[in-house]
């Protein structure tokens, strides 16, 4: 451990200090799961087609997911407190942006502001961490860390419906992003103030720009094809785009072994991708968070568009998942050592299990579903999909060498953001598609499709899951506080 960290150690305003750092990235779970809810009133009042409503979402997803890949870079180039701030500062300009948007366009464009601002704060918690603690005391950072995330998850939706139920100052949806201006404000002072300015440890390599614009250009390629295709009918320019991002995304990864065989610093080192394992691991998570991406905004779109729930009955009915997953993700935190990868394939399984018990209630009772009637598949469909969460980090990554380590977390925490966003965008255009214009039994239709489209992604992350390490990855004091996959960043 460094001279600083064994200082500040010793502070006794270190978990005051810890408290600003974890409502950073505490906000940015908010703000990913928050928007969901409103999505439907964003809509009837903004206008726009809807695509506006999966881009509300994806838009904050796809940001993050190409930033999450330099964030990190930047907290080891300018030092990890002065790049949390300022991502801090940049998302609170945002949420303003967003709370005064007049049009779906500027609404999207400072989502996306959001969704980068994001990427620059949360890799930079797992340091602080670090520089704040003793090894011996991570473990504690560590449990103060994972049920503030899962809280923050669960309280993200019923927090949107009431803000809007409240309709505050007459504000409606655009209380949810002025909220983060408080907690912002206050995360803000205390970091300047008590966070350690540990000295940059980048070296002289700089950003990897080229390797950044590849990515970015290739992902939002896919992305914008599969959010806008049903909008505009799949014409061939539309479709040429979606295939001309393999190619860019195969020009990403050749550049990226010429920059690492040059001997410069790669965005992404090229051998991780050696270990079939961790390669195993990406397509689960992309796969596993693909599943989950539209679930929770599409069962507010029925909902709410559907079933003509308002915004806070919508909330509370959907709830029960994140309440779910908080306790799902304890049970594999607990369960993970003994077990392995056998949790994971188990919170599968419940998972599924939730998902189906959701079909057949949609089967059974058709548009005159009620809140009750739900709640128990929701709880366990949420708890199967927070088993999952606390393992995945520790199993993809074992086996990963230390100089791999940034970088195999940065993609896997990536592949979350971008598992979402496609989720979103491919579920979602499904979705719009059945339901057509066929009112409340359309979307009802819709909703049970995606159900069960939803279950068979599962299956497939399931398949995927056998190429897995079987055991979680040794995790020594230094090795922990290496950025990975939290609660937070799964969910998000």
């Not at 609170?92 to 967003?98: G, I, K």
């Not at 050696?274 to 989950?292: D, H, N, P």
């Not at 069960?452 to 979680?472: H, K, M, Q, T």
Request: proline share 5%.
């Amino acid at each position: 451990m460094s001279s600083a960290a064994s200082t500040t150690a010793r502070q006794p305003l270190r978990w005051l200090a810890f408290a600003a750092a974890i409502a950073a990235a505490a906000m940015d779970l908010l703000d990913s799961t928050i928007a969901q809810v409103a999505a439907p009133s964003i809509n009837r009042d903004l206008g726009g087609s809807y695509a506006v409503i999966q881009w509300i979402t994806a838009a904050y997803g796809l940001a993050m997911a190409v930033g999450l890949l330099t964030g990190g870079r930047l907290g080891d180039l300018y030092g990890r407190k002065r790049v949390l701030l300022a991502g801090l500062g940049g998302f609170l300009v945002a949420s303003v942006a967003c709370a005064l948007s007049t049009a779906p366009a500027e609404l999207i464009a400072a989502r996306v502001v959001q969704g980068a601002a994001g990427a620059m704060m949360v890799p930079q918690v797992f340091g602080l961490m670090r520089d704040l603690f003793a090894p011996e005391e991570m473990g504690k950072a560590f449990g103060v860390y994972g049920p503030v995330m899962g809280l923050s998850a669960m309280l993200g939706p019923i927090v949107a419906g009431g803000l809007i139920g409240l309709n505050i100052l007459d504000t409606g949806w655009r209380m949810i992003f002025l909220v983060n201006l408080p907690i912002g404000a206050v995360a803000l002072v205390i970091g300047a103030k008590l966070l350690p300015s540990v000295a940059p440890q980048g070296g002289k390599a700089g950003l990897d720009l080229p390797g950044t614009a590849l990515a970015g250009v290739g992902v939002f390629m896919l992305t914008f094809a599969l959010v806008e295709g049903h909008e505009l009918r799949w014409p061939t320019w539309l479709i040429g785009l979606m295939a001309g991002s393999v190619p860019v995304l195969a020009a990403f990864a050749a550049y990226q072994r010429r920059r690492a065989a040059s001997g410069r610093t790669p965005l992404v080192e090229p051998s991780i991708f050696a270990r079939r394992a961790y390669t195993a691991g990406i397509g689960f998570a992309l796969v596993f968070c693909a599943s989950m991406g539209g679930i929770i905004l599409i069962f507010n779109i029925l909902l709410q568009l559907g079933l003509g729930f308002s915004p806070w009955h919508s909330a509370l009915t959907t709830a029960p998942w994140a309440a779910g997953a908080f306790v799902g993700s304890a049970v594999g935190g607990i369960q993970m050592a003994k077990h392995g990868r056998r949790i994971l394939h188990a919170g599968l399984i419940v998972e599924a299990a939730g998902l189906l018990a959701i079909y057949a209630v949609l089967q059974a009772d058709g548009v005159s579903v009620n809140t009750l009637e739900l709640l128990a598949p929701m709880v366990i469909g949420g708890i199967g999909m927070g088993m999952v969460f606390v393992p995945l980090f520790d199993i993809v990554m074992a086996g990963v060498e230390p100089y791999q380590m940034g970088s195999a977390a940065s993609v896997l925490q990536s592949s979350n953001g971008l598992g979402a966003s496609f989720g979103v965008a491919g579920l979602g255009a499904i979705f719009f598609s059945i339901a057509g214009s066929g009112g409340s039994h359309g979307f009802l239709l819709a909703s049970e499709w995606i159900a069960l489209l939803s279950a068979l992604l599962l299956a497939v992350a399931f398949v995927i899951g056998l190429a897995l390490p079987r055991a979680v990855r040794e995790m020594a004091p230094a090795a922990a506080s290496e950025p990975g996959l939290s609660p937070a960043t799964s969910m998000a």
